[in-house]
Every structure is written in C-alpha cells, then in structure tokens.
C-alpha cells in the first residue's frame, strides 16, 4: 500500500508542475504579446512625427536666392 501513495502523490506533484508551467508560459505569451502591440504603436507615432517634422522643415525653407556668377574676362 505504501508504493501506491507514493505514486499518486509524485503524480499530483507533476501536474502541478505542469499546471505552474502552463501559468507561467501563459504570462510570458501575454507579456509578448503586450510587448509586440506597444512596440507597433511606438513605430506608428515615430512614423507620423517623422512625417510632421518632414512636412514642416519643408514648409519652412528659406527661399532659394538668386546668385549670379561675376563675370569673367
């Protein structure tokens, strides 16, 4: 009768070591996924401010100056 203890009780342990594993990679799996989403809305926002700051260094060029070369003789 002893050895039949012994099994279910080093059986109940391997399923709660399964069951801790299976939590633990299930919180890995969100936090990458977490990860993954607020990397992609920090590439979009760089995209768009990139595009701002294109948009006005472009609206705010100087005006391109007439320069005539001396004339040589």
């Known amino acids: 009768m002893k ?3 012994e099994h279910f009780v080093r ?6 070591a399964t069951i801790i594993f ?6 890995m799996m969100i936090l990458v996924t977490a990860e993954i989403r ?4 920090l590439h979009r926002q760089e ?3 990139e595009q ?5 260094l472009n609206n705010s060029a ?3 100056l ?5 004339d040589s003789k």
Not at 66 to 70: C, D, G, I, Q
């Open 3 to 5: 050895t039949q203890r």
């Open 11 to 16: 059986s109940d342990e391997r399923g709660l």
């Open 22 to 27: 299976i939590s633990l990679l299930a919180i």
């Open 38 to 41: 607020a990397l992609y809305y």
């Open 47 to 49: 995209t768009l401010l």
């Open 52 to 56: 701002q700051q294109i948009k006005r």
């Open 62 to 64: 100087p005006v391109s």
């Open 66 to 70: 007439n320069v005539t070369k001396p």
